[in-house]
């Protein structure tokens, strides 16, 4: 079993190497979800579990469509981000990738 991590490696990368590092420090695994949405001007180091296109997949999008709203339909778009975050989030949950809240106290 894992511990999820959800995070904007674009923009938090040392936080969540911290808390990554935190986690397995104390004999757990981690996967490491990026939900960066940005230009892709700052490549993180970190490497993730899962990268946000496949996010966005999940919810029926690309990520070239969540870029290209994020000037005039930012909530548009990061809504879509939280749809696919959510959809691959319970599909670990089923495939016991993960312990944590059944989906119905999500």
Same mark, same amino acid.
């Given at each position: 079993?894992?511990?999820?991590?959800?995070?904007?490696?674009?923009?938090?990368?040392?936080? =969540?190497?911290? !808390? @990554?590092?935190?986690?397995?420090?104390?004999?757990? &695994?981690?996967?490491? %979800?990026?939900?960066?949405?940005? $230009?892709?001007?700052?490549?993180?180091?970190?490497?993730?579990?899962?990268?946000?296109?496949?996010?966005?997949?999940?919810?029926?999008?690309? =990520?070239?469509? !969540? @870029?290209?709203?994020?000037?005039?339909?930012?909530? &548009?778009?990061?809504? %879509?981000?939280?749809?696919?975050? $959510?959809?691959?989030?319970?599909?670990?949950?089923?495939?016991?990738?993960?312990?944590?809240?059944?989906?119905?106290?999500?």
């Amino acid at each position: 079993m894992a511990i999820v991590i959800v995070g904007m490696l674009d923009e938090r990368e040392e936080a =969540l190497k911290i !808390i @990554k590092e935190q986690i397995e420090r104390q004999g757990h &695994k981690t996967i490491l %979800i990026d939900v960066s949405i940005g $230009t892709g001007a700052i490549v993180s180091s970190l490497r993730p579990n899962v990268v946000c296109d496949e996010i966005v997949r999940f919810a029926g999008g690309t =990520l070239e469509q !969540i @870029k290209g709203m994020l000037a005039k339909e930012r909530d &548009k778009a990061t809504s %879509i981000v939280a749809e696919g975050l $959510t959809k691959k989030i319970l599909e670990l949950y089923k495939k016991a990738s993960f312990k944590g809240s059944s989906p119905s106290q999500v």
